[in-house]
């Protein structure tokens, strides 16, 4: 594999398809899954039980398998299901010898049977990776509580940011649900809140800005650097400020 080393030390792939790599490199890509997602989602779901959470793409699987990394580390009570689509199931296969962080070490069997079977299911964590069309895939889902909205850029792979897309997706949430993503562009900000979905920005302890959209409306919660967006105001300031479509 052709590895890429980010800025934290952990390691990454560059996608010839989409001309980018799975993550930044400034900001690392156990960084970036950890504290433009994972922190800031599971901040919110502090009290929590048991989770359902989509991840769009898994890829790399940063973002589930950091997720696993961070509940054991911390020694939470909390089950999670992860469901997750990937088109490309060569690299999944692969995955199995693919050069993880250490902190990855104690979790090294479960990536194994993800590469291996693509499922993988404990006391504490159920995942199921479907290789295919994820626009297709997440129309079957239901209740889901966390969204790591993660594919490649809209520059590249818009189909995965539309307004369409997002109805979709905001179809199959949980009463109270949260969307997680690194992209800040207004045409992506406008099509999750043309689906009714509240719209916050985040900025994290590595100083990079991202969103939050929900589907409920929650205040500031302690030690998280976050602010309503009015994306009303921002329509009226700016009148030439659209979404994202499948038809544009």
């Given at each position: ?42 901040s919110i779901f502090d009290n929590a039980k048991e989770l359902n ?97 993660d594919a490649f850029s809209s520059d590249t792979n818009k189909e ?55 589907n409920f409306e929650f205040n500031k919660i302690e030690n998280m ?24």
């Amino acid at each position: 594999m052709d590895y890429k080393i980010t800025k934290d030390g952990s390691k990454t792939l560059f996608s010839q398809k989409y001309n980018q790599t799975f993550h930044s490199m400034q900001d690392g890509a156990l960084s970036e899954a950890l504290h433009k997602h994972i922190l800031p989602a599971l901040s919110i779901f502090d009290n929590a039980k048991e989770l359902n959470i989509l991840d769009i793409c898994f890829g790399l699987g940063y973002n589930t398998l950091g997720t696993i990394y961070h509940i054991l580390k911390n020694n939470l009570t909390i089950k999670v299901n992860f469901f997750s689509p990937e088109f490309d199931e060569s690299l999944v296969d692969s995955l199995k010898d693919f050069e993880y962080p250490n902190e990855f070490d104690s979790i090294k069997d479960i990536i194994r049977e993800l590469a291996i079977y693509k499922y993988y299911k404990d006391d504490n964590f159920e995942i199921k990776i479907f290789i295919g069309d994820a626009r297709d895939y997440i129309k079957n889902l239901k209740n889901i509580d966390i969204v790591y909205q993660d594919a490649f850029s809209s520059d590249t792979n818009k189909e995965l940011w539309t307004k369409e897309y997002f109805y979709d997706i905001s179809k199959i949430l949980s009463t109270k649900a949260v969307i997680t993503t690194y992209s800040i562009a207004t045409p992506v900000r406008m099509a999750l809140f043309e689906n009714n979905l509240f719209i916050y920005e985040y900025q994290s302890i590595i100083k990079k800005r991202s969103t939050i959209a929900t589907n409920f409306e929650f205040n500031k919660i302690e030690n998280m650097n976050i602010k309503y967006i009015d994306m009303d105001k921002k329509k009226l300031n700016s009148p030439n400020a659209i979404s994202l479509s499948d038809k544009s």
